[in-house]
């Protein structure tokens, strides 16, 4: 448990944005004698060959191909993003003549509060262009130190502020970057972190993220905290299940997608043609018919798996009367009648028999008839590639904030039943 917790942190360390979680996947995959495939070249594909392709740097699927026949397919889906603020284009705001802050707007729906008062920094990608060709290349960025910070206002100047208080992110939440010398050195910065002259840099996609350290606490140690755990954990936990997985007799699928927070209806979200495109592809290539990657996807099955609510000590009141979901104590099957979850009967049992295969606890959760709740990837997934699907998570507290809460215990369980999934 120890190690599994000690991976998980790092990996989350080592991805500050979705496309440090993606370029992590990939490294992870070629270390486990992975081949990449590319979407714009043709593809060779063999019995027993294991293979991953990637689409906007953000999303990937890998998958692996049984020596034998194919039966169907075993899908665990994720996310990559995370609710954060965006860098703007022609980011910097000067004020007054002696301060620059930086001109930012929300991704996703995120707690504003925790991000006052602490240390932050940008990481994404810069599009350079190559001057001596011309094309266009794709570099990430990290500026590995504590470089920006929101202030609060002072409580001597909003006596109200801890009556409540609506954050206006134009004005509210701008982080502070420097002084008056500081001036026009934020592109320089980017550019020297990738290397290349301010004037080659074409387009970015710049975010902001917490630099505090994951951490575990509690009088046992039982609970761990860090940043990007909504939906990390799960990312994590399913590439990991994956890789130990046997995976024998059905084509394997580790999939993360983008912008899950925002929606999921961009070419890389789980809106898009991407895992259809992928399966698909890899039908034709294995030369199957239309009708047979048909029948193999009634013969599928799939999890999606994203954090879920967790019981809140403090709040105990907004949580089902009976499904009440608590940290360690095994992984949430998700429910909702208006399919905001794909979880039904059918999908639920299946997932129930991995669990016991698997020999870990598990769990269930609704939200309360009188409160909207939200909804996640698996039924958008589902109009592209359409099989029998359970939504799936880990339980946290905190979910949305640059610094969220869960149970050590939980990691492993997801790990050992993706493992299941994966035989």
Partial sequence: MDTITKNLLAFIEKSPTCFHAAETMKTKLAENGFTELKENEKWKITKGGQYFVTRNDSSLIA????????????????????????????????????????????YGGMICAPWFDRPLSIAGRVIVREPETGKLRSVLVNIDRDLLMIPSLAIHMN????????????????????????????????????????????????????????????????FLSCSRLDDLQCAFASLEGFLAGEKKHYMAVHCVLDNEEVGSGTKQGAASTFLYDT????????????????????????????????????????????????????????????????????????????????????????????????????????TKVALNTVDIGLPQLAMHSPYETAGVRDTEYLIKAAKVLFA
Avoid at 71 to 94: L, Q, T, W, Y
Avoid at 197 to 203: A, D, Q
Avoid at 204 to 216: P, S, V, W
Avoid at 288 to 303: K, Q, T, W
């Fill in 279 to 382: 399966v698909t592809r890899v039908h034709e290539v294995m030369g199957y018919s239309r009708e047979d990657y048909l029948i193999h996807l009634a013969d599928s099955f799939m999890v999606s798996a994203d954090n879920g609510h967790a019981v809140h000590p403090n709040y105990t009141d907004k949580t089902d009367p009976v499904n009440r979901p608590y940290l360690n104590e095994g992984i949430v099957i998700k429910f909702n009648a208006n399919q905001k979850y794909c979880t039904d009967g059918v999908s639920a049992a299946i997932f129930r028999n991995i669990c016991q295969k698997a020999g870990v606890p598990f769990q269930t959760f609704v939200n309360r008839s009188d409160m909207a709740g939200g909804s996640t990837l698996g039924n958008i997934s589902n």
């Fill in 63 to 106: 998958f692996t191909i049984p020596a034998g026949e194919m039966k169907g397919m075993r899908i665990m889906a994720s996310h990559s993003d995370s609710p954060c603020f965006k860098v703007k284009e022609n980011p910097e705001i000067e004020t007054e003549g002696h301060y620059v802050k930086l001109n930012v707007e929300k």
């Fill in 159 to 222: 006596r109200e502020v801890n009556d409540g208080y609506k954050y206006n992110v134009q004005k509210d939440m701008l982080p502070l970057y420097g002084d008056a010398a500081s001036k026009d050195s934020f592109m320089k910065l980017i550019a020297g972190a990738a290397g290349v002259p301010e004037e080659n840099i074409m387009g970015h996609d710049i975010f902001l993220y917490n630099r505090q350290k994951g951490c575990t606490w509690g009088a046992s140690e039982e």
